[in-house]
């Protein structure tokens, strides 16, 4: 009885360190891969950046007091309980005259 007991508490522990390996090793690559997609996201948000400005002719001030209205509107409306993929340019529209 007892021998049984030790050999399925042994299996226990090896099942566990091994998942514990396993979970790490996820977890490393994920932590990878958000590195990567920040990564990108950052390069792309530079670019759309460049380009709006280069494209609209705004100044940085506009562009940044643009930017500081659309995030106290979508701040508003989450604090309404509006899911932010739901928020449309409809109401951000009024924001930016």
Known sequence: M???????????????????????????KLGAEIG??????RIYKLMTEHYALTALRLDLATL??????????VLFQ???????????LGGVGSELL
């Open 36 to 41: 990567s997609l920040l990564f990108r996201h």
């Open 64 to 73: 940044i007091l643009h930017r500081d209205r659309v995030v106290q509107h």
């Open 2 to 28: 007892i021998a049984i007991a030790i050999r399925t508490h042994a299996r226990a522990v090896t099942n566990l360190c091994q998942f514990e390996r396993e979970t790490n090793r996820q977890i490393s």
């Open 78 to 88: 989450k604090g309404r309980g509006v899911p932010i993929s739901e928020i449309g």
